[in-house]
C-alpha cells in the first residue's frame, strides 16, 4: 500500500508554515502547490489544492535503516505542528451519561501488547490522526451508558478516516452492541448499567463492527506513556477506560486535581478514545461525548486505568508485509492461549 495521506481543512497559511518548516527543519523544498522533493534519502511528492484545502503527502522514498512507519509519522508530525489547535466546543456534562462498569484484567494481552510495542519505532513527540475532525458523533451516550461500545464506534471513525473513507456507525448500530455485549434491554432503564471494555471487545472481535472486521485488541500498561503514545502513533488511537473525578466537570481542559474533587472515580468509570498527543505541550486529547475533550497527559497518567489497542483490519493493512505478517502471528498466538 502507497504511504500516503491526505489532510483536509489546510489554509494556504498552513500550508505555506509547513512548506516553511520542512525546508527549516529538513532540507525539503514545497515549491509551488505541487511536486516532488527529496534530501538525505528520504524523497516526498505533495500536492495542495488551496481551493478545496488538501493536501496530500506520498513518501517516495526513505533510508534503509529507517522504517517507512517512522518517516510517515515524521511528516504527519510536521502537518501536525503547523495546524491551528482544533476548537473544543462548550459540552453540558450535566447532559451526558458514563457507562464503563467494570475492568477486567486479561495478562495474556498485556503480554502480547508488551511484545508488540517492542515491535514498533519510537513514537514522535507530536501526533494527531483526528485529521481536523472536531464532530465524532455522541452515539448515544447522553441518554444511555453506551460509552463502552461509543468508544468502539469512535476507534473506527480513526482507523477509517486515515486509511479510506470515515466510518461512523449509526446509533442504531452502537444501541445493538450495547444490547448485545452489555445486557441493555430498550425501555428497562434498569438494564442501562453500563458494560465491560474487555467484554464488549471480545464481542465486536468475534462479529466485527459497522461492516469492519477487528483483527483484535492487546492491553498496555496505563502508566507506560512510551507505549500509550506508540500505540496512538501506530495503530491510530487507545480506547481506555479512567475513573473520572468530579473535577472533570467543571474543566474545559481536564488536568489531574489534588482535592477531594479530584479523586478518581468521584464522578464514575467512562470509555474514552485518544487518537491524539503533543508531548511537548504535555497534552493528550480525548475523544468523548462527540468531541475533542482537551487534557493534559498528567490528567491520564492519574485516571486512566485501562488501555486497550483495537487492531482494525483497514488499519494494520497499511504496514509493510512483514510486520502485517508478525502482528497477525503474535494475534493467533494471543488466541491459542486464551
Request: glycine share 10%; proline share 6%; aromatic share 8%.
Amino acid at each position: 500500500m502507497a504511504n500516503t495521506q491526505t489532510w483536509t481543512g489546510i489554509s494556504r497559511t498552513t500550508f505555506e508554515a509547513i512548506a516553511a518548516k520542512a525546508a527549516s527543519e529538513s532540507g525539503l523544498a514545497f515549491t509551488g502547490f505541487a511536486g516532488a522533493t527529496g534530501k538525505n534519502g528520504f524523497g516526498v511528492g505533495w500536492q495542495y489544492d488551496p481551493i478545496a484545502q488538501t493536501l496530500t503527502l506520498t513518501l517516495l522514498k526513505h533510508p534503509f535503516l529507517v522504517p517507512a512507519g517512522m518517516a510517515m509519522a515524521k511528516l504527519q508530525q510536521l502537518v501536525a505542528s503547523c495546524q491551528p489547535a482544533a476548537v473544543t466546543p462548550p459540552l453540558d456534562f450535566h447532559n451526558v451519561k458514563l457507562g464503563r462498569r467494570s475492568v477486567t484484567h486479561l495478562p495474556q494481552k498485556k503480554l502480547m501488547g508488551h511484545t508488540l510495542m517492542g515491535l514498533l519505532p519510537p513514537p514522535p513527540r507530536i501526533c494527531d490522526n483526528r485529521r481536523g475532525l472536531t464532530q465524532w458523533g455522541m452515539m448515544g451516550n447522553d441518554v444511555l451508558g453506551d460509552c463502552t461500545c461509543a468508544g468502539v464506534a469512535h476507534s473506527l471513525q480513526v482507523a477509517t478516516l486515515n486509511t479510506n473513507v470515515e466510518s461512523s456507525a449509526p446509533d442504531a448500530v452502537v444501541e445493538a452492541a450495547y444490547q448485545k455485549y452489555c445486557g441493555y434491554v430498550p425501555g428497562d432503564p434498569a438494564s442501562d448499567q453500563g458494560g465491560d471494555e474487555s467484554v464488549v471487545l471480545a464481542g465486536i472481535e468475534t462479529d466485527g463492527f459497522n461492516g469492519h472486521r477487528l483483527l483484535g485488541t492487546v492491553t498496555v500498561d496505563p502508566h507506560n506513556l512510551d507505549h500509550m503514545t506508540q500505540a496512538i502513533a501506530s495503530f491510530g488511537s487507545i480506547y481506555i477506560g479512567a475513573e473520572l473525578p468530579l473535577s472533570a466537570r467543571s474543566q474545559h481542559v481536564w488536568d489531574a486535581d489534588a482535592t477531594a474533587a479530584g479523586q478518581p472515580g468521584t464522578w464514575g468509570g467512562h470509555c474514552i478514545v485518544s487518537a491524539a498527543y503533543d508531548l511537548e505541550a504535555g497534552k493528550m486529547p480525548w475523544i468523548t461525548w462527540g468531541v475533542n475533550q482537551d487534557a493534559t497527559i498528567a490528567w491520564a497518567l492519574k485516571y486512566v486505568d485501562e488501555v486497550h489497542v483495537l487492531l482494525w483490519d483497514s488499519w494494520v493493512a497499511k504496514f509493510p508485509g512483514d510486520t502485517q505478517e508478525q502482528i497477525l502471528d503474535l494475534l493467533q498466538g494471543l488466541n491459542e492461549a486464551a
